[in-house]
């Protein structure tokens, strides 16, 4: 790598999926700066996504950690969403908590972190003290999201059996609708896949693509937009949620939908691409260069690139290209040109984190400089380029402190058309940064899986400490040790690590359900190494139990092969409908059942939480396989 | 003419299935009946696996057609080998004839009851009228009488397997082997027919 | 072997050379083989086999280079063997019809007939005989059909025949193999060879001169029809029924092309057989068919033909009828 320049560095979730995901991506992203290939064409740290519109998903707020477009919870983010919305910051604070509670506690609850889709049953069977808010979890409504998809399933069971109410909104029903034995209190909700609802749908390389609906919902299935302003409107909401989205009859106007995601997502520039300009890319993608995506010179989109991949800032009618290549200091910003982010203050135990001799192409500023706010823009002498509107918009904003709106909470986007006016990154120009003085480990360092193969390294290599997160407890401290006291390897001595199959996607119902992928592959499996296989006596395709660590447990075929190394198992997680060894064909509603059903790998997976973001550990466990 | 064949590049296929999928959805193509399928070879061998997407090839000549007892084949135009299910008595002498294992029977259920032969029509239908429901029902698409190439190839995204007139293909191929600098990885005839120079 | 992988190795660029004739060379120059392309094209022995998803194992073999080789026996050895087989005994019995005419015979008929065959053993004897010919029709279709019946008839007309030839080749196994089990069962007893038998071959059975040779109920021409049919009948039946059902019993193309081979070499020749046996029991001799016709002989022709059988069919009759008042009235 040191010598093939420039490289992309690609990764998914064996990268992520660990007790050290964040520092496993931190530590590749390091190395990516290390061999200066970040900020250049053909470099990059990129992570793939395995279903349409993950990143867009991530990017409007599916993190519990923050409100759309990475603003955090703080007080400051939720007033800024509040005037995009346009509802009354009081009235977004009092819909959380109890009645009776204080408005400092209703306030606290609004900015704690919530629970994260890993964690939500231990939130479920825990005693209400041990949960950080006034009651366990006892209601879940699931829109597209696979239940077999995260570790430790049997818990995850006793989850479902302790919930009052279960919603399951999918084109399919999922994992969670059958895999317990909930008798009651269940409901399925039959939802479009992304063909019947039109939408922009935003891609791993941060384009947004603009999907238009292909068939009308099937059946008695709605898309996720008619169904969320049905049920906002029985929460007495739908006023509020969708005071600017047209709606016709029950169905919410999916253009007007973005145009709201471009009024608030200042932050990441996900502000330019207005419906407008992304089905003109859709219409005209073939004045696009296929290589370097930018629009080709005599065209209406010369110089923008593919999908306005964010961030593409400033209004639509400022007409940014969007942003190909991140901390490109080799263009200038407004063609796509950036810098890295002063995102962390302006200086550290007395050094600068400004740039240092380093700026994008046309700065006028030719050194490092903090992100912009209203106060800079004066100190720059640069307020008189404001229009009348924006400033008007600036001092709505700002209030009492107008010097205070930066680029990122101004509504009017002046703050980031001026500072691009005079080639200047809104966010400011400062160093990249590889210790994260703010992270449980500042700098990467390793740490053993909760369940290590290795368990003499548990001692100098332990995982984080246990501690009180995402208002439940992280015990995965406490379990470390125990397995280590319990020579839990010496009963599982193979390493037991998950995956995707091409064919299948997520928790697999909808996949399993079409033929033609079915047929590709009919039976759940486990990889086994030709020597582990010799050892334990299993053969080519016969029938093995995989014994998680924990509880659970699997009874799959076995496909013995090189795929994997000498004492590593490997186990797709697209498959359920089976529960050790039972098929569960029988709970499925009549004719909702997919073609394919098959024992799950999560079944056997184990506990495991990122400190960071409580990422699950679906990557590393151990396992004992025998012949069925 | 052209003379349609197809081209599988060992070196750029990812085994994604993609092609094998198109090749369902296009031509409805029913579940046990595989016109298309990836083969992997050296399955997990570090360095040495190896998968490739393989159908009918189309050869110039054809197997299949030399050792049917009721001459259901024929070729067209364009060099793609079809057949008549008209014609066609199952009787699968052209499976063991095939050095690709192209041909499919669907099972008929009682003893000995074999279907007509299916197998990949370079989506080029059947011996009915052009794009005809009763063409689409017995043989599946005629997108080549639409000015189209098979869908599995235009599917592929690392266009591994291409489909077209040989010459063209044969030429985008050559530069690949010309740029990357080796060889081979286009499978097909050279093992099938060890002893002959070509088809 | 070597030479197997040489070809291989040259092969690399055949699919270029085979779709654009000029750019082997350079392609050649420029490209070679990686070696872990080599080492993969040095596996390349046989069929390639690889691994693939869906359940039918047979997709997993990738290329079958052996395909080529069973086509070549299909359509150069196969009418070879057929022709030759079949078509031989055809010259051959025409010839000896012309040279020898109908075999008289010896002595004229008598007034007497014996019963040479009982119901059960003709009715076996017609269903195998039967089912048999329309085999034989229904399998030679398959093999020669294509080149001689299809230009008469055209391509709708021979498919049709060719498809109901299919149904009915796999449906009147069924009694062809009962046939060829019951015949073993009524039969054997008869057919096993004796010392009598090199005598009957020395004498030229009769057919080759005008002397006649011992024999019992069945002379070694006989004894070699029946041991081809119920042997070779088996056989082709075995390999049938395998062909039948492809890929139950053998797993793979190659046992698949072997069975097709066997049953194709094995019945042409049992064709062959047959035709003689219909020749001699038809119009190459006089008084034969009756054997199987109406069951009775003459007993001349017993006598001539089956001297020891006759003898013993008399001297049984004799038993059964004189001996039985005698056995009532005890000698004194």
Same mark, same amino acid.
């Given at each position: 790598m040191a010598t093939h320049k420039p490289a992309t560095l690609i990764w998914c979730m064996g990268v992520t999926q660990h007790t050290v995901g964040t520092a496993n991506v931190r530590a590749l992203s390091i190395l990516q700066l290390a061999l200066g290939n970040i900020g250049v064409e053909g470099g990059g740290a990129n992570i793939f996504r395995g279903h349409c519109n993950v990143q867009g998903a991530t990017d409007l707020g599916l993190d519990v950690t923050s409100l759309p477009a990475y603003y955090g919870l703080s007080e400051r983010a939720w007033r800024h969403w509040s005037r995009v919305w346009d509802v009354d910051y009081e009235w977004v604070r009092n819909r959380f908590g109890k009645p009776d509670m204080a408005m400092e506690d209703r306030q606290a609850l609004m900015e704690a972190k919530g629970i994260p889709t890993t964690r939500w049953f231990d939130a479920v069977v825990a005693d209400p003290a041990d949960v950080d808010q006034p009651d366990r979890l006892r209601g879940m409504v699931v829109f597209g999201h696979g239940g077999n998809t995260v570790p430790r399933m049997p818990e995850m069971r006793a989850g479902l059996e302790a919930l009052d109410l279960l919603v399951v909104a999918d084109p399919h029903p999922t994992t969670f609708a059958v895999v317990s034995e909930r008798k009651d209190g269940t409901y399925l909700l039959p939802i479009g896949t992304q063909f019947e609802c039109s939408g922009s749908r935003t891609a791993s390389n941060r384009s947004l693509q603009w999907g238009n609906q292909i068939v009308e919902p099937l059946f008695e299935s709605k898309n996720d937009y008619e169904a969320m302003y049905l049920l906002s409107k029985r929460l007495g909401i739908a006023e509020?949620?969708?005071?600017?989205?047209?709606?016709?009859?029950?169905?919410? /106007?999916?253009?007007?939908? /973005? &145009?709201?995601?471009?009024?608030?997502?200042? +932050?990441?520039?996900? =502000?330019?691409?207005?419906?407008? &300009?992304?089905k003109q890319h859709m219409e005209q993608q073939g004045d696009f260069d296929m290589v370097s995506l930018r629009g080709k010179p005599g065209t209406t989109v010369e110089g923008e690139f593919y999908g306005l991949p964010w961030p593409c800032w400033g209004t639509p009618e400022l007409k940014h290209p969007g942003t190909h290549v991140l901390y490109n200091t080799h263009e200038h910003v407004m063609k796509g040109g950036g810098t890295f982010r002063a995102r962390f203050g302006v200086e550290r135990d007395g050094e600068?984190?400004?740039?240092?001799?380093?700026? +994008?192409v046309g700065s006028e500023i030719e050194d490092g400089y903090p992100e912009f706010t209203y106060g800079i823009l004066k100190t720059l002498g640069w307020d008189g380029d404001l229009t009348a509107d924006e400033l008007a918009s600036i001092q709505a904003v700002g209030g009492a402190d107008p010097d205070s709106v930066s680029w990122a909470i101004d509504l009017s986007g002046g703050i980031q058309r001026v500072a691009m006016a005079h080639g200047c990154v809104p966010y400011g120009n400062a160093k990249a940064r590889a210790v994260a003085w703010n992270l449980p480990d500042p700098v990467p360092v390793h740490r053993e899986p909760i369940f290590s193969p290795r368990p003499e390294l548990v001692a100098e290599f332990p995982t984080t400490e246990d501690k009180r997160d995402f208002r439940v407890m992280n015990i995965g401290h406490t379990?470390?040790?125990?397995?280590?006291?319990?020579? =839990?390897?010496? +009963?599982?001595? /193979?390493? /037991?690590?998950?995956? &995707?199959?091409?064919?299948y996607e997520g928790g697999g119902e909808e996949t399993r359900s079409n033929r033609w992928l079915a047929e590709l592959q009919q039976e759940m499996f486990v990889e086994v190494n030709p020597a582990d296989a010799a050892r334990l006596g299993v053969r080519d395709g016969g029938m093995v139990w995989v014994f998680g660590p924990s509880e659970g447990k699997?009874?799959?075929?076995?496909?013995? =092969?090189? &795929?994997?190394?000498?004492?590593?198992?490997?186990?797709p997680f697209h498959f359920a409908g089976f529960w050790s060894g039972e098929s569960q064909r029988a709970k499925y509603p009549e004719g909702a059942d997919p073609i394919v059903l098959g024992d799950s790998a999560n079944a056997c997976t184990t506990y495991g939480y990122d400190p960071v973001t409580a990422m699950h550990e679906g990557k590393a466990t151990l396992c004992r396989i025998e012949a069925a | 003419m052209a003379r349609m064949k197809f081209l599988c590049d060992a070196e750029r296929c990812i085994e994604c299935n993609a092609c094998v999928t198109a090749c369902k959805n296009e031509n409805e193509v029913p579940w046990g009946i595989n016109r298309r399928r990836v083969v992997t070879l050296n399955d997990g061998e570090m360095g040495k696996e190896r998968s490739i997407s393989m159908a009918c090839m189309h050869c110039t000549d054809a197997p299949c057609a030399s050792v049917c007892p009721v001459e259901c084949f024929y070729t067209t135009a364009d060099a793609v080998v079809l057949h008549s299910k008209d014609?066609?008595?199952?009787?699968?002498y052209c499976f063991y004839a095939c050095p690709f294992g192209a041909p499919q029977y669907p099972q008929l259920g009682n003893f000995g009851g074999r279907g007509k032969m299916d197998k990949c029509t370079f989506c080029a239908g059947g011996p009915e009228a052009d794009n005809t429901p009763e063409e689409y029902a017995s043989y599946g698409a005629n997108r080549l009488a639409e000015g189209k190439l098979p869908l599995c190839a235009e599917m592929c995204s690392t266009k591994a397997l291409l489909a077209g007139d040989g010459e063209i293909i044969a030429a985008i191929y050559k530069e690949r082997v010309v740029t990357r600098?080796?060889?081979?990885?286009?499978?097909?005839?050279?093992?099938?027919y060890p002893d002959s120079q070509g088809v | 072997m070597t030479m197997l992988r040489r070809c291989l190795a040259l092969g690399l660029f055949a699919l270029v050379l085979a779709l654009g004739?000029?750019?082997?060379?350079?392609?050649?120059?420029?490209?070679?083989?990686?070696?872990?392309?080599?080492?993969?094209m040095q596996q390349l022995q046989g069929p390639v086999t690889g691994r693939v998803s869906i359940p039918d194992q047979r997709a997993a073999t990738l290329i079958q280079p052996a395909g080529k080789e069973w086509r070549d026996f299909w359509r150069g050895t196969s009418p070879w063997i057929g022709g030759i087989a079949i078509g031989g005994m055809l010259a051959l019995l025409v010839l000896f019809f012309l040279i020898r005419g109908r075999v008289p015979m010896e002595g004229g008929r008598s007034d007497e007939t014996i019963t040479r065959f009982n119901g059960l053993d003709r009715f076996t004897h017609w269903m195998t005989a039967i089912s048999f010919l329309v085999l034989a029709v229904t399998g030679l279709n398959i093999a020669f059909g294509r080149d001689l019946l299809l230009p008469l008839i055209g391509p709708e007309a021979f498919a049709a025949f060719s498809d109901a030839g299919k149904v009915a080749h796999n449906f009147l196994s069924f009694p062809f193999t009962l046939g060829i089990l019951l015949m073993l069962?009524?039969?054997?007893?008869?057919?096993?060879?004796?010392?009598?038998?090199?005598?009957?071959?020395?004498?030229?059975?009769?057919?080759?001169?005008?002397?006649?040779?011992?024999?019992r109920r069945f002379n070694a021409g006989q004894k070699a029809i029946f041991w081809s049919v119920v042997l070779m009948g088996a056989a082709i039946a075995a390999t049938g029924y395998i062909l039948m059902f492809p890929f139950t019993v053998v797993a793979h193309v190659g046992g698949m092309q072997t069975t097709q081979m066997a049953h194709s070499i094995l019945s042409m020749i049992l064709v062959a057989i047959i035709l003689a046996h219909i020749y001699i029991g038809t119009i190459g001799m006089e008084g034969a068919f009756e054997a199987m016709g109406s069951g009775k002989v003459d007993l001349n022709w017993a006598e001539a033909h089956h001297d020891l059988w006759a003898e013993e069919v008399r001297a049984r009759e004799q038993r059964e009828t004189g001996a039985a008042p005698g056995a009532a009235v005890p000698a004194e």
């Open positions: 509020q949620m969708f005071k600017h989205i047209q709606v016709d009859g029950d169905a919410p /106007l999916a253009e007007d939908i /973005l &145009r709201e995601i471009n009024r608030g997502t200042w +932050s990441i520039g996900y =502000t330019g691409q207005s419906p407008e &300009r992304l600068t984190l400004l740039a240092e001799g380093s700026w +994008s379990l470390q040790a125990k397995a280590v006291a319990d020579k =839990t390897v010496e +009963s599982f001595p /193979l390493i /037991l690590t998950s995956g &995707r199959l091409v064919e699997a009874r799959v075929k076995a496909l013995v =092969t090189n &795929r994997v190394g000498e004492g590593v198992a490997f186990m | 014609l066609c008595i199952g009787c699968g600098g080796y060889g081979s990885g286009a499978w097909g005839w050279s093992t099938a | 004739q000029p750019v082997l060379a350079q392609a050649q120059d420029q490209g070679r083989p990686s070696d872990a392309e080599l080492q993969l069962v009524l039969w054997v007893r008869d057919n096993i060879p004796s010392r009598l038998d090199l005598e009957w071959i020395a004498a030229g059975g009769g057919l080759i001169g005008h002397r006649h040779a011992h024999a």
